[in-house]
């Protein structure tokens, strides 16, 4: 999974559309997976998922890198699969001092502790992701993916927007336009057009808030 996920940038970009198209196709915030606020907190950005099932992740950019938190409820590696609660053993090995606050961030803990079956992270000079010294041996020897990382993330590593529109065929029990989602992907200016090909029944301008949020660009 470190190795196929994109660059900062790329990550960035790909949050960002996969925010506007749920946006698009879900006006009520509540009934969407993927969401973006350009303004978590001062000088930061975060990316999230939450499927209403227990499952999420959180993605804050920062001007010192990017740190990856996600939880899958049923993973072996959760920290509410033990007593006393804790987390794996190396989840945060090595995680630089510049991006430790996103590890001690009260809105990604429960209890006092940080509820994480995977952490990743990047800063802006690394060539790759970065994962603490982590020991899989001790989890399901049956689960292919302990952490549940592969199954969360796995999106965020394919720039095909037909992963898109396989899952709001799933989620949303609807057959997306492939070219307009193709164009969100691009993360490209959003126009009335697209927006209606998607869902015919808002524009512009009832997506100005949820657009403002995410920092999409829209055709002035």
């Not at 009934?31 to 998922?49: K, P």
């Not at 510049?98 to 952490?119: S, V, Y």
């Not at 999106?155 to 336009?177: K, M, V, W």
């Amino acid at each position: 999974m470190v190795r196929r996920l994109p660059d900062i940038a790329t990550l960035k970009n790909r949050c960002r559309s996969m925010a506007v198209l749920d946006a698009i196709l879900s006006p009520e915030w509540e009934f969407r997976y993927y969401s973006y606020n350009r303004r978590w907190s001062d000088g930061q950005e975060m990316a999230s998922m939450r499927n209403g099932s227990g499952d999420d992740y959180f993605i804050v950019f920062t001007p010192e890198g990017a740190f990856i938190r996600g939880f899958a409820h049923e993973s072996s590696m959760s920290p509410w699969r033990q007593e006393p609660r804790a987390l794996w053993p190396g989840l945060l090995n090595n995680l630089p001092d510049a991006l430790r606050a996103q590890a001690d961030e009260p809105a990604f803990g429960m209890e006092g502790l940080l509820l994480a079956t995977f952490c990743l992270w990047r800063q802006p000079q690394d060539d790759r992701w970065r994962i603490g010294d982590i020991d899989y041996s001790a989890a399901d020897p049956e689960d292919l993916d302990p952490d549940g990382a592969d199954w969360l993330l796995g999106i965020l590593t394919d720039a095909s927007p037909d992963t898109y529109l396989n899952y709001a065929a799933e989620y949303f029990e609807i057959e997306a336009d492939p070219q307009a989602v193709a164009h969100v992907y691009s993360c490209v200016p959003l126009t009335d057009e697209v927006v209606l090909a998607l869902n015919p029944g808002i524009d512009l301008g009832a997506l100005a808030s949820d657009l403002d949020e995410i920092g999409y660009p829209v055709v002035a």
